[in-house]
């Protein structure tokens, strides 16, 4: 909410809303129709071939290549290391009901209001 993060296989980038960059994030973000023939350095071949793959699913309904669980927990063990660190305490989670455990302040941050 404070501005674009791009991230590739290869790394990152990050842009600020504001300014006069507010073209230059527009032109950025917007949706191509084959991400695999996307000209862009910063996305590597293998990057454009799951962007591929997810716009193709969508229309197939069929599953990734890269199941979808498998993102929701890498995401999620990188979230509670932020929480973690931002509160200064170690959390205990309970991965059943996907809450931190006795911590009414981390369960706060685990959502934000958009």
Known sequence: DKGVLTVTLDGFDFEP???????ALSEKTKIVED??????????????AHMKNFIDCVHSRKAPI???EEGHLSS??????????KL???????AEKETFVGD???VKLLKREY
């Not at 991400?35 to 293998?46: G, I, N, Y």
């Open 76 to 85: 999620a063990m990188c979230c509670f290391g932020t929480i973690s660190q």
């Open 35 to 48: 991400p695999a023939k996307q000209e862009d350095p910063k996305v590597s071949e293998a990057g454009r």
């Open 66 to 68: 890269a199941e979808l």
């Open 88 to 94: 200064g305490r170690s959390l205990k989670w309970d």
């Open 17 to 23: 809303w504001g300014g006069n960059k507010s073209k």
């Open 104 to 106: 009414e302040e981390a």
